[in-house]
């Protein structure tokens, strides 16, 4: 299983909301290169990243410290979401050397455009469901819509294959040190077509392992590294 060390990005610090929620921020660091390079010290060969300023606004804000965080990759894999919501976006930060971005909004409001990204730069492109109550939840998730995550999946499926992953985020587990919600991320399973990146709530070994016997492709893992509550060694040992 893939395990994907967290990195959020708010006013260019490392930061964790909870649920989601902007005014519950707890800031690690304001030196997100450095940040990178711990995980990738310890190990791991991937990188998942938020602009949560990008999340909220609809463009791009922390590229220098996005900047920073690709330098300190080198060349390993990060992936990008939070404000990508056109080709020119998309272009600019796969020219930086961002490996995949994570579509979100703009996925969901134009279904046929985001397969139309997947197929112009395949390889690339990674469908994130962000899902309230079993809702597809938009603008940095300050909205709510009346579409449910799995209806979004098999939305993208049949307009192309070219999605490389799904990354599904539980917001009430967020940031809550709760244990991911493997009953809806199981209905995201069981309709994608596409590999399933569990994000939200991973907090201990068993965790993991509870992904794993799902046959989970993959876990995003942000607090509860930070905090201490898991070994990024030992995760990826396990994984």
């Known amino acids: 299983m893939e395990i994907w060390p967290a990195i959020d990005l708010l006013g260019g610090k490392c930061v964790r909301l909870q649920q989601g929620d902007y005014a519950r921020d707890t800031i690690f660091s304001d030196q997100p290169g450095e940040i990178a390079s711990r995980w990738f010290d310890a190990g791991s060969q991937l990188l998942h990243c938020v602009d949560l300023d990008g999340a909220k606004t609809g463009s791009i804000v922390n590229e220098p410290a996005i900047r920073q965080i690709v330098a300190a990759s080198r060349g390993k894999p990060v ?32 279904p046929k455009w985001f397969a139309s990204m997947c197929e112009r730069f395949p390889g690339h492109m990674v469908l994130g469901v962000d899902a309230r109550n079993g809702m597809v939840a938009t603008e940095g998730w300050l909205e709510t819509s009346k579409t449910p995550a799995t209806e979004l999946v098999e939305r993208i499926g049949e307009h192309t294959q070219a999605c490389v992953a ?74």
Do not use: W
């Open 79 to 110: 992936q990008l979401g939070g404000g990508v919501r056109d080709e020119a976006t998309i272009e600019r930060l796969l020219g930086l050397g961002l490996k995949r971005l994570v579509v979100g909004t703009a996925a969901l409001k134009d």
């Open 166 to 239: 799904v990354v599904y985020t539980d917001i009430s587990r967020d940031g809550m040190l709760e244990g991911p919600n493997l009953e809806s991320l199981a209905e995201v399973q069981a309709c994608s077509p596409f590999p399933v990146i569990a994000s939200g709530g991973v907090t201990t070994l068993k965790d993991i392992e509870d992904l794993i016997r799902q046959k989970t492709h993959g876990a995003i893992i942000g607090r509860a590294l930070y905090e201490g509550r898991l070994d990024l060694k030992e995760v990826l040992k396990l994984a």
